[in-house]
Every structure is written in structure tokens, then in C-alpha cells.
């Protein structure tokens, strides 16, 4: 194995245990505060030293691409469901996202594409209730998209 600094150690360990808990990667923002740093830079610093030791892989300019090399995710298949205050922000995040773009303050078509996302996300987790209003609303305002394009 490559010999790695014991901060490095620290910001691996943290990456592997984020990704235990969360099934995704952390940002560096997280990693640092996580680790009680004062820098990002110094998260980039340790990331890409352990990126040249080969121990992780990410994407260049791309947030949330850390991957731990060698290292199996099948356990995350069986994660646990969300619980109610996860389902609570969820649902609160995609009224918040809903609310922005039907203000007209940004109405570009990847922000219409994020709502396509979150919706799906409710429909996965089975919330079927709140699925049902906001597929309705996406629908409308896809339609009129359609009809603003055709005009």
C-alpha cells in the first residue's frame, strides 16, 4: 500500500465513512468542516495527494465524484429507508424549487430538469401523495413551455 500522511489517512477515512452513511461523496466544504480545517485548499491539497497515491478517483470540476479505489458499494444496496424528516426536507426542497422557478426568477430549462429530478425522487421513496401534486404542477409547467415554444 502507499504510504500516506496521517492527515490523508484522516480525509480518507472521513471520505469512506461519509460515503458509509450518505451513499454519495462529500464536497470538499464538508470534509473540511467535517474535519474541523480552516481551508478548503487544504481539503483540495490531501484530495489530490491521495488522488496521485491511488487511492480515490474523481472527476475533474465536478462536485461529489469521489470514489474510494478498490472498494466495494454493494452494502449500500441495502440502505435504509428515509426517515420522516428526510422525507420532510425533500418534500420542503422541491416546494422551495417549485416556488423559484414559478416566480419567473429562474426559469432556465436545466432548473426544469433539477424539478424532473426531485419529483422522481418523491415518486422513488414512495411518496406518492406529494409525487401526484408536483407531477401535476411539472406538467403544467412543462406545457407551457411547450406552448411559449410553439408560439
Do not use: C
Not at 13 to 22: Q, S, T, Y
Not at 24 to 29: D, H, K, M, Q, T
Not at 86 to 91: F, T
Not at 134 to 145: D, F, K, P, S, T
Request: proline share 2%; glycine share 8%; charged share 30%.
Amino acid at each position: 500500500m502507499t504510504k500516506i500522511t496521517k492527515k490523508q489517512k484522516q480525509v480518507l477515512d472521513f471520505i469512506i465513512n461519509f460515503l458509509d452513511e450518505h451513499g454519495y461523496s462529500p464536497s470538499y466544504r464538508e470534509i473540511k468542516d467535517g474535519l474541523n480545517y480552516n481551508s478548503v485548499a487544504t481539503v483540495a491539497k490531501h484530495i489530490d495527494n491521495l488522488y496521485i497515491a491511488g487511492l480515490i478517483r474523481k472527476k475533474e470540476n465536478e462536485a461529489r465524484t469521489i470514489e474510494v479505489v478498490g472498494r466495494s458499494f454493494d452494502h449500500l444496496k441495502t440502505r435504509r429507508p428515509a426517515t420522516e424528516a428526510e422525507e420532510k426536507w425533500l418534500v420542503g426542497e422541491v416546494e422551495r424549487q417549485f416556488s423559484i422557478y414559478e416566480s419567473g426568477e429562474v426559469q432556465e430549462q436545466t432548473k426544469l430538469d433539477e424539478l424532473y429530478v426531485l419529483v422522481g425522487a418523491l415518486k422513488i421513496l414512495g411518496l406518492q401523495g406529494p409525487f401526484t401534486v408536483y407531477a401535476g404542477r411539472l406538467r403544467a409547467i412543462q406545457n407551457g413551455v411547450n406552448n411559449a415554444e410553439s408560439n
